[in-house]
């Protein structure tokens, strides 16, 4: 994935892909278009937060695993809450982007 491009996808500012570090997040809806990935959303409640417990990123989505919620959703159904700082740098992140550094997956 090009650098460039992340930055000009909004949808990056609202969840951040590259943080896999559990943290809570606010569900904005639970309108999933059928042709997304992931879970049908019906145990969730768009403006309740809820727990990151894992992200998973695929090449054309992205998907939450969230704590005490059984499934897996696209994480275009969340947001970051105010006053999240985007992770920089990430394990995760150099790898997609093919600059793993040494230590990445020890």
């Not at 460039?4 to 639970?30: G, H, M, Y």
């Not at 992205?62 to 696209?74: C, F, M, Q, R, S």
Request: aromatic share 10%.
């Amino acid at each position: 994935m090009n650098e460039e491009i992340s930055i000009c996808n909004p949808k990056l500012t609202e969840f951040d892909i590259w943080n896999a570090q559990p943290r809570k997040v606010v569900c904005t809806t639970t309108d999933k278009s059928p042709m997304s990935a992931g879970d049908e959303p019906t145990g969730l409640v768009a403006g309740n937060e809820y727990e990151v417990e894992r992200v998973q990123v695929e090449s054309w989505y992205t998907l939450v695993k969230l704590a005490g919620v059984d499934g897996w959703y696209n994480s275009v159904l969340f947001s970051e809450l105010d006053g999240y700082e985007p992770v920089k740098d990430s394990p995760s992140k150099r790898a997609w982007l093919g600059t793993p550094q040494p230590g990445d997956w020890d």
